[in-house]
T-cell receptor, first 114, second 114 residues
């Protein structure tokens, strides 16, 4: 089983739709979780962190389910500009631990059509 | 404030040669991470440096190496280049603390091995 798995997509949805992605992780000790966005031929940029209580930033909602070991990203009222690849990141932030890892999922491609 | 910078933007080498890629982190960031992103694939973690020391490395052969300088800039060296080393190499920097640990990415160096 991969350490971090994402549905590669592509998700092709109409503008205004709601779309959700999941990302599963295998290490139950993982403590930090993030969603990054990567536009075509650009570098990844942080979209949002994922907190245990869940968090919302405008049209974007991120949630963490520790029991089932997955994080999710929900995008409401999708815009054309949301078209990108969404990368989930799992990180054990234990400082100077040989077990510390930063693992990116392979990304989910989202395409919003007019 | 300047972001993460990388040089060169593009690098063309032939099989068997050596490549050196450079990264300057955001001012105040002590951690530098290197990733490989092959075409159509996700980010693969290569190396993590902090305070001049290698803290962790991904599943890459020893011909991938690097270092971090006292000013926190970093070099990635790839020896005995192989065709499959052709990829976008991304550098990211972050604060080691707090555990928020957002990574800020540079624009990348596109390495082509002929």
């Amino acid at each position: 089983r991969k350490e971090v798995e994402q549905d590669p997509g592509p998700f092709n949805v109409p503008e205004g739709a709601t779309v959700a992605f999941n990302c599963t992780y295998s290490n139950s000790a993982s403590q930090s979780f993030f969603w990054y966005r990567q536009d075509c031929r650009k570098e990844p940029k942080l979209l949002m962190s994922v907190y245990s209580s869940g968090n919302e930033d405008g049209r974007f909602t991120a949630q963490l389910n520790r029991a089932s070991q997955y994080i999710s990203l929900l995008i409401r009222d999708s815009k054309l500009s949301d078209s990108a690849t969404y990368l989930c990141v799992v990180n054990d932030p234990t400082p100077y631990s040989s077990a510390s890892k930063i693992i990116f999922g392979s990304g989910t491609r989202l395409s919003i059509r007019p | 404030e300047a972001g993460v910078t990388q040089s060169p933007t593009h690098l063309i080498k032939t099989r068997g040669q050596q490549a050196t890629l450079r990264c300057s982190p955001i001012s105040g960031h002590t951690s530098v991470y290197w990733y490989q992103q092959a075409l159509g694939l996700g980010l693969q973690f290569l190396l993590w440096y902090d305070e001049g020391e290698e803290r962790n490395r991904g599943n890459f052969p020893p011909r991938f190496s690097g270092r971090q300088f006292p000013n926190y800039s970093s070099e990635l060296n790839v020896n005995a280049l192989e065709l499959e080393d052709s990829a976008l190499y991304l550098c990211a920097s972050s604060l080691l603390f707090p555990s928020y640990n957002e990574q800020f990415f540079g624009p990348g160096t596109r390495l082509t091995v002929l």
